[in-house]
């Protein structure tokens, strides 16, 4: 799973863009810092933070990678992330 991947909750629910793996930026200390944060509740490197839309409302959450299927990866979208 990578960033502007689209995932969604084995158990169903709506589509999710990832917006960021945990663990995957080493050299940005503010992520690092809040990596160490999601660590702390039982997140690890490799779980996902994502953000979806209900209605105009915009949520994010953090999901455990083994919860969740890629229905879309950002590869498909013809652009990169960076």
């Given at each position: 799973?990578?960033?502007?991947?689209?995932?969604?909750?084995?158990?169903?629910?709506?589509?999710?863009?990832v917006?960021?793996?945990?663990?995957?930026?080493?050299?940005?200390?503010?992520?690092?810092?809040?990596?160490?944060?999601?660590?702390?509740?039982g997140?690890?490197?490799?779980?996902v933070?994502?953000?979806?839309f209900?209605?105009?409302?915009?949520?994010?959450?953090?999901?455990?990678?083994?919860?969740?299927?890629?229905?879309?990866?950002?590869?498909?979208?013809?652009?990169?992330?960076?």
């Amino acid at each position: 799973m990578k960033t502007g991947d689209i995932v969604q909750l084995k158990s169903g629910g709506p589509r999710m863009t990832v917006q960021r793996v945990i663990g995957s930026d080493k050299s940005n200390f503010g992520l690092k810092a809040a990596d160490e944060f999601l660590k702390m509740k039982g997140f690890e490197d490799g779980d996902v933070i994502c953000q979806w839309f209900e209605g105009n409302r915009l949520n994010d959450g953090t999901f455990k990678v083994n919860t969740l299927n890629v229905v879309e990866t950002s590869s498909n979208f013809g652009f990169s992330m960076g």
